[in-house]
């Protein structure tokens, strides 16, 4: 057990509970990176994991880069034409930045590809801990907007259907697709709820005041700061409303990026939010923050220093290190059971009482009202 600096966190003793060892390719010749940032549900007696993972052609030549995308070109009914394509990359082009694993830039930082095509993968558990996980893919990426994968589920469960928001990639940027499932075998696309560049959408799990509410975050080019920004919504298609919610902390640990993490959770204090912040260095590490359960477009505390660090080995070392990344959390009478992605890698769990967390919270709104 590590204790962080703020509350206790327990890591299961198991962890990482799903490695890319435990997911079968999707293609023959294709290898695994990746199996993290799932979304997580709670479905009958069942938890789910909807696994983001990240694959890509065998690298079999050192010189070259394989990089896969979607293939847009293919034609329905015809079976037999190649869902991926594969584009060839000299290792030695001058041109070419190949220095982040995540993706390849030219020289002035623009990104032209992504390493690998991300799609989504059910697992299954009845103990929350040991996970059966679909043999093929149960998502794969669709249409123009997807051809450089989809990523980073969020599912809320509304009156008992489930909504997922995800980021959509291609060469057009990250947009926000939302789709659906009531029983996780079939899902269905409900489309684009914010164009590029967005990420980190995640819907509340009830209406409030009428409408649905939604986290997001934009990421701003040139002028602003990719921060959390709230919307409102009648139908969680069409949304306005837009409010600035969280912004960036210099000098701290989200002083380069937020967005939210996991599906805001209903206390009665407050919406109790569970965000990830990055530094300069790219280390991410999950905050808390209370949101007013009537206005949640309100901030009534945020914690100053995260709940949780990249401590643990398959933390701190992966596929890109320092990176603690979740999506969700399965709530029981006031213990969290909270699944994230590790170091772009694995996926780990650990537990922790809501209670340390809200009193902490509870004190940093009494610091930010003598402040005030
Ligand atoms: C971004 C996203 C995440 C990823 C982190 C760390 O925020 O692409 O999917 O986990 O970066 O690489």
């Known amino acids: 057990m590590i204790i962080d600096k703020t509350i206790e966190i327990t890591r299961f003793a198991g962890n990482p509970i799903i490695t890319p060892k435990d997911i079968k390719p999707s293609f023959p010749d294709w290898e695994v990176l990746g199996a993290f940032n799932a979304g997580v549900a709670q479905h009958g007696d069942e938890t789910i994991l909807l696994v983001r993972v990240a694959e890509r052609p065998v690298q079999a030549d050192p010189r070259k880069a394989l990089v896969p995308v979607l293939n847009c070109d293919r034609v329905e009914g015809h079976a037999d034409m190649p869902v991926m394509r594969t584009i060839e990359l000299d290792r030695n082009d001058s041109e070419l930045d190949f220095s982040d694993p995540r993706v390849i ?3 002035e930082g623009n990104t032209l590809y992504l390493t690998s095509i991300s799609h989504l993968r059910v697992a299954r558990s009845r103990d929350g801990v040991s996970f059966e996980i679909d043999e093929r893919p149960t998502v ?11 990523e980073d589920p969020r599912i809320t469960d509304l009156n008992g259907k489930y909504y997922i928001a995800y980021s959509a990639v291609s060469d057009k940027g990250v947009a926000v697709g939302m789709m659906t499932t009531e029983d996780f075998v079939s899902f269905r696309r409900e489309g684009m709820i914010l164009a590029p560049t967005n990420k980190d959408v995640a819907f509340f799990p009830e209406t409030i005041g009428g409408s649905y509410y939604m986290l997001h975050r934009p990421v701003p080019e040139g002028l602003g700061e990719p921060e959390m920004w709230i919307a409102s919504s009648p139908d969680l298609k069409h949304w306005g409303g837009h409010r ?5 902390r210099s000098k701290k640990w989200d002083d380069t990026r937020i967005g939210a993490g996991c599906v805001p959770i209903k206390t009665e204090d407050g919406w109790l939010i569970l965000y990830h912040g990055a530094d300069r260095d790219n280390r991410y590490c999950l905050g808390a923050a209370l949101l007013d359960l009537q206005d949640p477009g309100r901030v009534i ?3 100053d220093e995260p709940f949780m660090t990249p401590e643990a080995d398959y933390e701190t070392s992966g596929f890109f290190q320092n990176v603690i990344f979740a999506c969700g959390t399965v709530v029981n009478v006031g213990q ?3 699944y994230y992605g590790a170091a772009d890698d694995s996926i780990a769990c650990v537990s922790f009482e809501l209670e340390p967390l809200m ?3 509870r004190r940093s709104e009494q610091r930010g009202a003598a402040r005030s």
């Open 105 to 107: 830039r030219d020289l």
């Open 140 to 150: 794969l990426p669709e249409g123009p907007m997807e051809r450089w994968g989809i």
């Open 244 to 248: 600035f919610l969280m912004g960036l």
């Open 301 to 303: 505390a945020r914690m």
């Open 336 to 338: 969290a059971i909270m």
């Open 359 to 361: 009193s902490l919270l």
